[in-house]
């Protein structure tokens, strides 16, 4: 049922009591953002949550910035850098006035320990990898870092803005253990670790001696002095909690209230073009039916796509017409080209030119197979509308679509398995590279590469597009890479979410960044005017 804003206020007397977290407005000094969902630590190098990352950027700096277009890499905790000829020698040299939220200067020294705990196999990193082939990190000085890899990365600037790459306090770390971001995280960011109270509260305060942010804001200091991040899972409340003053700010906007809140003259609302978040359908390509190219092709004619996205985002997401976004580094228009359109009859005509007749409830089949095949994903509004609006699509031109949510405790679990035939899923990504690289090389097989990928061609490629010393043979291989996964409609593409920060009336200087997700990113800019 469609639900609208004014619903969602009309529901506050209900749910406004049910937390005494609602009771009172935010007080002074105190920015209270809302949020969905918790992280289960807060750890750079073991979380992948973009709930742990939009903490974790507060509390602590990577190496480089990324600017709010989304390619552009700035100085960070490095104020500046050289690359050898070879590409596999980076030179960082480190601001030399950076302290801890406990007053301990930061050297060369917690750089080196920072990466080689990281890519550690002890650490059993999940995000390891996106370190790059690491030969050595080591301290050439007490502010200088030799990064040295075995072979070119081209990617590694933009992977070392990511939060993964934060760097950490030894002795925070050796001190706590596996409570490391559970109970503590001592950081060099704008905001220390206060206190946490899992699925309620985050709660930072300003980090007095911090004056080394990013140059891409105007303030390089943090400008308020206490943040509180609030779990509140229900959407209706997050909304009523934004506009009765007792919460400031939030990207969590359910798709069905952002045109409504962008009227609300309480509220203003910033949004980021360059927001790469999307939504996609993969087929595992070695599993019956789908291992079938023109299935796949005439899924990809068969749903209405923008009237889908519609539907269900209400104009906060864009139907994704290609593998990546426009705005994205390495982004291939011709690959864009050959991602097929809505086209039933079409769809239609290559299952019949194909051999897959139509049986008598409809569903096709081809030498005694059934045109059906199941999906997985995670269970929640977005993805059950969607799946249902494709299953609906899918029947019509006589393809048969088995849905399998489940719920986010074990999803993941069954999105590891080869149980299922096809799945759905969102997911961020900083570059085309970054994306493919992660999707589409048959060394990420089964997981992250859920596909069952794996071509020769497109591995040289991914290859290439990753250790190619001159810019434009990388963007040439990505480029091709982009092509040969268009033509084999590896993928039915689906989404590309909006993003999109709602702050109160109190708020000044909100502006959605959006890197891996996050939102606030560090929030530098952001004020209270009471």
């Known amino acids: 049922m469609k639900k609208t804003l004014a619903a969602a206020m009309l529901s506050l007397a209900a749910v406004a009591p049910v937390a005494d977290a609602l009771a009172q407005a935010a007080p002074r000094d105190t920015l209270v953002v809302l949020r969905e969902y918790d992280a289960d630590r807060y750890d750079p190098a073991r979380s992948t949550a973009r709930s742990a990352g939009e903490v974790i950027y507060m509390m602590s700096d990577t190496l480089v910035s990324l600017d709010f277009d989304q390619k552009t890499v700035r100085p960070g905790l490095a104020e500046s850098w050289t690359v050898s000829p070879d590409g596999k020698l980076y030179t960082f040299k480190l601001r030399q006035d950076v302290t801890f939220c406990d007053g301990k200067k930061m050297t060369a020294a917690d750089v080196v320990y920072t990466i080689n705990r990281w890519i550690a196999p002890e650490t059993r990193s999940p995000v390891r990898w996106r370190a790059g082939p690491v030969k050595e990190v080591r301290a050439v000085d007490p ?21 993964f790459a934060s760097i950490v306090d030894k002795d925070n770390v050796e001190k706590l253990g596996a409570n490391f971001g559970v109970q503590g995280f001592n950081g060099t960011g704008p905001y220390c670790w206060a206190s946490w109270t899992p699925r309620q509260d985050m709660v930072l305060t300003r980090h007095p001696n911090y004056t080394w942010g990013p140059p891409i804001y105007q303030n390089r200091t943090p400008q308020i002095g206490r943040v509180i991040w609030r779990i509140i899972p229900e959407a209706n409340t997050r909304l009523a ?25 309480t509220v203003k609302v910033a949004t980021q073009p360059n927001y790469f978040w999307d939504f996609f359908l993969g087929f595992k390509v070695d599993k019956p039916v789908v291992d079938d190219p023109v299935i796949r092709r005439a899924v990809n004619m068969a749903i209405n796509r923008e009237a889908m996205v519609k539907a269900v985002f209400f104009g906060a997401a864009q139907p994704a017409d290609a593998y990546v976004n426009p705005n994205t580094l390495g982004y291939d228009a011709e690959a864009a080209k050959l991602v097929p359109g809505f086209d039933p009859e079409a769809a239609k005509k290559l299952l019949d030119q194909a051999g897959w007749v139509p049986g008598p409830d409809g569903i096709r089949f081809k030498d005694g197979e059934r045109a059906s095949f199941n999906v997985y994903g995670i269970q929640n509004a977005e993805w059950r509308r969607l799946t249902e609006a494709m299953q609906a699509d899918l029947r019509r031109v006589g393809i048969e679509l088995r849905i399998q949510l489940w719920d986010a405790t074990v999803a993941w679990g069954k999105l590891a398995t080869q149980e299922f035939d096809s799945f759905v899923m969102s997911y961020p990504y900083i570059s085309a590279t970054d994306g493919f690289a992660l999707y589409f090389d048959g060394a990420n097989r089964p997981t992250p590469n859920r596909m069952n990928w794996n071509d020769q061609r497109t591995n040289e490629l991914l290859a290439t597009a990753k250790t190619a010393l001159a810019p434009e043979a990388r963007a040439a291989a990505i480029g091709e890479a982009q092509r040969i996964i268009a033509q084999n409609n590896v993928w039915f593409p689906i989404a590309r979410e909006n993003l999109y920060v709602a702050s109160s009336q109190r708020v000044e200087g909100a502006r959605a960044h959006g890197i891996y997700g996050a939102g606030l990113y560090k929030g530098l800019d952001l004020r209270l005017t009471r």
């Open 143 to 163: 502010y200088t870092v030799e990064y040295e890899l075995t072979e070119p990365y081209g990617e590694l600037l933009y992977q070392l803005t990511l939060f």
């Open 241 to 265: 909690a934004l506009q009765t003053g007792q919460g400031d700010i939030t990207q969590y906007i359910p798709p069905f209230a952002v045109a409504q809140l962008q009227r609300v003259p």
